[in-house]
């Protein structure tokens, strides 16, 4: 736990957070908009189609994103997760704004 006399220059937990970001945060540098369509089983047999706009360098991580985030949302394994389409957006016709700010796009 921090103390309150802890601040974001002394703390070396924090220090080390902080780099952590800078080293993983890479936006707008190679990235590419992708929207993921598919079906996620939400109890036996009951499936429920999504759809999800993710910013990501290639398709291969972009996949691995939205498994990442779909299996830890609802708690599901990878294999009741099934993808149908990954397709390139253009700049242009994004609609997440968190992939706009990902991306750099105004």
Same mark, same amino acid.
């Given at each position: *736990?921090?103390?309150?006399?802890?601040?974001? #220059? +002394?703390?070396?937990?924090?220090? *080390?957070?902080?780099?952590?970001?800078?080293?993983? +945060?890479?936006?707008?540098?190679? *990235?590419?908009? =992708?929207?993921?369509?598919?079906? @996620?089983?939400?109890?036996?047999?009951?499936?429920?189609? =999504? #759809?999800?706009e993710i910013a990501a360098?290639?398709?291969?991580?972009?996949?691995?994103?939205?498994?990442?985030?779909?299996? +830890? /949302?609802?708690?599901?394994? /990878?294999? #009741? @997760?099934?993808? /149908?389409? @990954?397709? &390139?957006?253009?700049?242009?016709?994004?609609?997440?704004?968190?992939?706009?700010?990902?991306?750099?796009? &105004?």
């Open positions: *736990m921090l103390s309150r006399t802890c601040t974001y #220059s +002394s703390c070396p937990r924090i220090k *080390m957070s902080m780099k952590a970001w800078k080293l993983t +945060s890479r936006e707008g540098e190679d *990235m590419k908009a =992708f929207k993921i369509t598919g079906k @996620i089983e939400v109890e036996k047999r009951r499936w429920q189609k =999504f #759809s999800k360098e290639d398709e291969a991580k972009a996949r691995e994103e939205i498994l990442c985030d779909l299996g +830890s /949302r609802h708690r599901t394994k /990878r294999r #009741s @997760i099934d993808i /149908r389409s @990954i397709q &390139e957006v253009p700049k242009d016709k994004i609609t997440d704004h968190a992939v706009k700010y990902k991306l750099g796009v &105004e």
